[in-house]
């Protein structure tokens, strides 16, 4: 199973950026989908997931400014970021709780990080 992430880059503050992260492989079905976040110097965070029906949990930090979503028939999970702060510069990665088969447990895969800069 492999996560590619995309959607990083450099953004002025009060910007908008969309990250996006698809989930392919051997994939029976996927549980949940979320992201971290870790800024240089800091650990690593939580900052949004999203479950199989589509129940959502935010970090204080990001609710009402991110909002995540996913697409069940593309394996893909999305973070629509708006009103971005200097404070949100970090590498965001995705992970994804998920079978590989009818019969084997939930795994938990990470993908790999994209950079967020938000700076003028």
């Known amino acids: 199973v492999q996560l590619q992430a995309s959607g990083g880059g450099l953004v002025q503050p009060g910007g908008s950026l969309r990250l996006s992260c698809a989930a392919s492989g051997s994939i029976f079905s996927v549980d949940v989908m979320g992201w971290y976040r870790q800024a240089p110097g800091k650990q690593r965070e939580f900052v949004a997931r999203?479950?199989?029906?589509?129940?959502?949990n935010y970090a204080d930090s990001v609710k009402g400014r991110f909002t995540i979503s996913r697409d069940n028939a593309k394996n893909t999970v999305y973070l629509e970021m708006n009103s971005l702060k200097p404070e949100d510069t970090a590498v965001y990665s995705c992970y994804s709780l998920l079978r590989n088969s009818s019969y084997a447990g939930s795994r938990n895969y990470w993908g790999q990080g994209t950079q967020v800069t938000v700076s003028s």
């Open positions: 999203i479950d199989s029906v589509d129940s959502t």
